[in-house]
């Protein structure tokens, strides 16, 4: 099955600074790549998402990158602000059929310092 | 919308004892999904629905059970609770030919003492 490892398990950064999570997949079959975002006792949330016939997308201050050679992806936060404090999850996932079989990363703390 | 509902938010269980979380989605969503978050560990799948009728296991199925009441409803099911399953539940659900987003429900926090 897919094995989904995510790096750095926490990281802090300073108001304004930019922020790099990275996150390395093994089954090659999977084409879908969404980071989620979770809030302190919150559910997670969809933040951005991205599909293996584009390399790079982009949503304001949040971009993801994928490489499908390499199997990498990784997600930039530029001019982090406090609220931007939360833990992120990397996932992969082959789309069989109406469903999406997901494998989560275990997670990246982010603090990001006034 | 409510979206995705799960019941209890909160739940203690004495070692053996049975219970069952309950999940519902209003979004005519098609698939749904029940993981479990333990620190360090991400989340893991533990039994999904690809659609009304079905059921396969995930990553972490041993101890549980579900069932696919209809297509709002998927319960997960402790036969004989563990400390082993302490943790927070969070049920999901996704649907559609072009929209893959799981929405996840607001968790259930389970200690097995």
């Known amino acids: 099955g897919e094995n989904v490892e995510q790096h750095p398990s926490t990281l802090s950064v300073q108001e304004g600074d930019s922020a790099v999570i990275k996150c390395t997949y093994s089954?090659?079959?999977?084409?879908?790549f969404p980071w989620y975002k979770q809030e302190l006792g919150k559910r997670p949330q969809l933040i951005i998402d991205i599909r293996s016939n584009v390399g790079e997308k982009k949503d304001q201050r949040i971009a993801v990158t994928l490489n499908k050679t390499a199997k990498h992806f990784s997600l930039h936060i530029t001019e982090t602000q406090p609220e931007d404090s939360a833990v992120y999850f990397c996932a992969a996932s082959p789309r069989s059929g109406g469903y999406q079989k997901v494998t989560f990363g275990t997670g990246t703390k982010l603090q990001v310092i006034p | 919308n409510a979206g995705v509902t799960q019941t209890p938010k909160f739940q203690v269980l004495k070692t053996g004892q049975s219970m069952t979380l309950q999940c519902a989605q209003d979004m005519n969503h098609n698939s749904m999904y029940w993981y479990r978050q333990d620190p360090g560990m991400g989340l893991r799948l533990i039994y999904y629905?690809?659609?009304?009728?079905?059921?396969d296991k995930g990553e972490v199925p041993n101890g549980y059970n579900v069932s696919r009441l209809n297509k709002r409803e998927f319960s997960l099911r402790l036969e004989s609770a563990a400390p082993s399953q302490t943790s927070v539940y969070f049920c999901a659900s996704s649907g559609g030919t072009s929209n893959y987003e799981q929405y996840f429900g607001p968790g259930t926090r389970l200690t097995v003492t």
């Open positions: 089954d090659s079959a999977s084409n879908y």
């Open positions: 629905s690809a659609s009304e009728g079905t059921t």
